[in-house]
């Protein structure tokens, strides 16, 4: 009986791999805090995600390795943190967050920077409305809100 012929196995492993490296997404950051979306009924996908920069406000995820910077994060009003780029922040942060975000970005992104507010649905509007507040003393004016489509019914 002839043995089976394993010649072309490193091209099929090879382009396996390939496949799934590219269709594969990279999450940019590690969630600290958790929220669950709100539903929305006129809902919009974003446009040119790179000129998007998230800030994300929750109740703070149970910590498994803490950081150091985290420490200094305090909860804006009860439970609720707000998460910039992969530490928790205060309001007080989100001035450097947006430089910094301009900063990466060309001058094209820069233009239509837009931030996306990631809140859990039970974030009281007064945490919204100073983060709002903040954003428009940085000139980040194009606030977006993230929401899940409402079932039709």
Known sequence: MPGLNTSSLPDLIFTVLFFFMIVTHMRDVDPKVKFTVPQGSEVQKLEHKSSVTYIY????????????????????????????????????????HIENERNRMNSEDQARMTVSIKADKDVPMGIIADVKQQLQREFALRINYSATEQPKQ
């Open 57 to 96: 406000i929750g109740r703070r995820m149970p910590a498994q390795g803490a950081d150091p910077q985290d420490a200094t994060a305090k909860a804006l009003q009860g439970e609720f943190f707000m998460q910039l780029n992969d530490r928790l922040a205060t309001l007080d942060d989100i001035k450097a």
